[in-house]
């Protein structure tokens, strides 16, 4: 079975722009996570997506948005970047049903984005 | 809330030391327990789990295993080789956790010098 996949894999903006970051889960999972890493504050949850519906949200501001097509790929999307976005951006699928005892997220490879 | 508390690194050892990483947590109820690690450059890898109380991960030679009774989770190897320089994070998945995504610990980087 093929991993998650993220593209691009690297980025680099300019404050006041917008980006967009793409993650294609392992055939079968139907839910989509976001984290972000930094240095400073570690790994820190976006939101999560289960079939086509944002079922999670962590605490970031309303730039950053997401959705969730038919076929469980996803993108972000972060506007009016700022210096503070440069991160590591990693995305996690599951099979979304919740069961702690069969549930685990695999993660992608991250697109690192730079904001000068 | 939930949360999860690692050891601070950086931990260095030579190659062929053994290896602990101290993990605790604290949840409601019995959550699931992971370690995942991460090579410089790359995302992040399940190395190993475990879903209940008593229960052992294994993958690669690392160990962990769930005890409900201390509520650790701690990461032991008994020969590192300098390829497993890495961070390492544990993580818990909330057994009741509706909606409520994986809790990270702030990660342990490991360096293996020859």
């Known amino acids: 079975k093929a991993g998650v996949t993220q593209t691009p894999r690297y980025l680099i903006k300019t404050r006041g722009q917008q980006v967009t970051l793409s993650c294609s889960p392992i055939?079968?999972?139907?839910?989509v996570s976001w984290y972000q890493q930094t240095p400073g504050q570690g790994l820190q949850f976006l939101f999560e997506?289960?079939?086509?519906?944002?079922?999670n949200k962590g605490n970031f501001p309303g730039r950053f948005s997401g959705r969730q097509f038919s076929n469980s790929r996803s993108e972000m999307n972060v506007s009016t970047l700022e210096l503070g976005d440069s991160a590591l951006y990693l995305c996690?699928?599951?099979?979304?049903?919740?069961?702690?005892?069969?549930?685990?997220?695999?993660f992608g490879p991250g697109t690192r984005l730079t904001v000068l | 809330g939930d949360s999860v508390t690692q050891m601070e690194g950086p931990v260095t050892l030579s190659e062929e030391a053994f290896l602990t990483i101290n993990c605790t947590y604290t949840?409601?109820?019995?959550?699931?327990l992971f370690w995942y690690v991460q090579y410089p450059g790359e995302g992040l890898q399940l190395l190993l789990k475990?879903?209940?109380?008593?229960d052992k991960g294994s993958n690669k030679g690392f160990e962990a295993t769930y005890r409900k009774e201390t509520t650790s989770f701690h990461l032991e190897k008994g020969s590192v080789q300098v390829s497993d320089s890495a961070v390492y994070f544990c993580?818990?998945?909330?057994?009741?956790?509706?909606?409520?995504?994986?809790?990270f610990g702030k990660g342990t980087r490991l360096s293996v010098i020859a």
């Open positions: 993580a818990l998945f909330p057994r009741n956790s509706g909606n409520t995504p994986l809790v």
């Open positions: 055939s079968g999972h139907r839910s």
């Open positions: 996690a699928s599951s099979s979304g049903l919740m069961d702690a005892s069969t549930d685990t997220q695999y």
């Open positions: 997506y289960f079939s086509e519906t944002q079922r």
């Open positions: 949840a409601t109820g019995y959550p699931s």
């Open positions: 475990a879903t209940k109380a008593d």
